[in-house]
């Protein structure tokens, strides 16, 4: 490669500065030095960058495109030099955070702010799981940290986890869905009669899961929980909401919860991490998610963001 990143400082300088001398001044460098560099490139490339007629050299047409192309090179070098340093001290030139379809990303805007203001050169990925893909990203090396997941994994190979809290939930339907004129509490069979919405298992790998839904239950399965919650609010089927998304369609009438026989209403929500993601900012997010103690005014009811 003909093009050095020393003759696009000197191009760089030339442009700021004005002139050879004061070019050379501030690169602590001698003007036939700089002018030398800058010949050197023009004869490799059989180009011509300077107009030297006049009293003071001035770019070409060709001259400025090198300028503004290199600045770009200057730019990415220095970015370069600078994540190399960094990733030399033990920070991740990229994490990937999986979060459940049960928990609101909203929580996490604080601590990705504060993330931000002191290590802006790692890059955050955040990938959205359901149930036992949430589990399997980090199996499959998809993901370095699982935030919200729910149900135990089916194997605990590769990856830790601890317990956030307790997700509650409500049995909700339209008021005008058949079930809520049903006497309480509701049984299986029951339900069973009424279609019920889910949300779409991400696993690649393994066997699906549902939730919270009967054997032989008639199903419509979409892809969020706001899809879901969309469809329950149109009386299209019936199912089980986390409380925080249930809550104002309760207050406004808009949802009914209904009581369900021998049926727990909680699930356990857990932070997963994969062994080998042990870079500073997956330690990072790790301790400032374990650390937290207030997701329960929004999400549990019980430890978890800030």
Known sequence: MKINLEVLIILDALDRQGSF?????ELYKTPPAL??????????????????????AKFTATGRL????????????????????????????????????LFPFELLLPLIKEFYQDHHLTRLRFSHEV?????????????????GAVALPLTHSGFSFSP?????????IAPNHPLAQAAEPLSSDVIRQHRAV??????????????????????????????????????????????????????SGKLVAKKVENKSNFDT????????????????????????????SIYLTKTGPC
């Open 164 to 172: 956030m809290g307790s997700l509650h939930y409500r049995f909700c």
């Open 269 to 296: 929500a857990y932070l997963g991490w994969n062994e080998s993601a042990n870079g500073l900012a997956a330690l990072w997010w790790r301790e400032r998610l374990l650390s937290c103690d207030n997701w329960g």
């Open 131 to 147: 149930l036992a893909g949430s589990w399997e990203s980090l199996v499959q090396g998809c993901a370095d940290i699982v935030i």
């Open 35 to 56: 002018s030398y560099m800058v010949q050197k490139l023009e004869n490799d490339l059989n180009v011509v960058l300077l107009d030297r007629s006049g009293h003071r």
């Open 198 to 251: 889910v949300v779409r298992d991400t696993s690649r790998i393994n066997m699906p899961q549902n939730l919270h839904v009967l054997e032989d239950q008639d199903t419509l399965t979409v892809f969020d929980f706001r899809s879901k919650l969309q469809i329950q609010l149109a009386g299209l089927a019936c199912g089980y909401l986390p409380d925080y998304l249930a809550a104002p369609y309760l207050a």
């Open 21 to 25: 001398a004061a070019a050379a001044a």
């Open 66 to 101: 090198m300028l503004e192309k290199g600045r770009k090179l200057l730019r990415a070098a220095q970015s370069l030099e600078q994540q190399a340093h960094y990733v030399e001290k033990g920070w991740e030139s990229e994490l990937t955070l999986g979060l459940d379809a």
